[in-house]
């Protein structure tokens, strides 16, 4: 949950070990935390950030519902390198 005027958004974020990879499990997980949190938080928005160089990770997300909102070229530092920051968000129904 977020403060003052972010206070109707929530962040999600999550890792899955790689021998659990492509089992479906991450996306489950996702929709499940997307009930959860409007049944549960009077929020309106909740929202990923994956890497620009995972897409595994932006599947996951857009198999939950996420659309893509934004990219942002070359804004985290990670292993010597630039790389993009994408931010996926789904609504409330």
Do not use: C
Not at 3 to 18: D, S, V
Not at 56 to 80: C, D, I, M, N, P
């Amino acid at each position: 949950m977020r403060p003052n005027i972010e206070r109707k958004n929530a962040e999600l974020g999550y890792w899955l070990g790689e021998p659990f990879w492509g089992q479906g499990i991450s996306t489950d997980a996702v929709r499940q935390m997307v009930n959860y949190g409007f049944r549960t938080f009077d929020i309106t928005r909740i929202f990923a950030r994956p890497f620009g160089t995972n897409p595994r990770s932006q599947r996951v997300l857009e198999k939950a519902g996420f659309v893509l909102e934004a990219r942002f070229e070359k804004t985290f530092f990670k292993h010597g390198q630039y790389i993009d920051e994408l931010v996926y968000a789904v609504r409330r129904p």
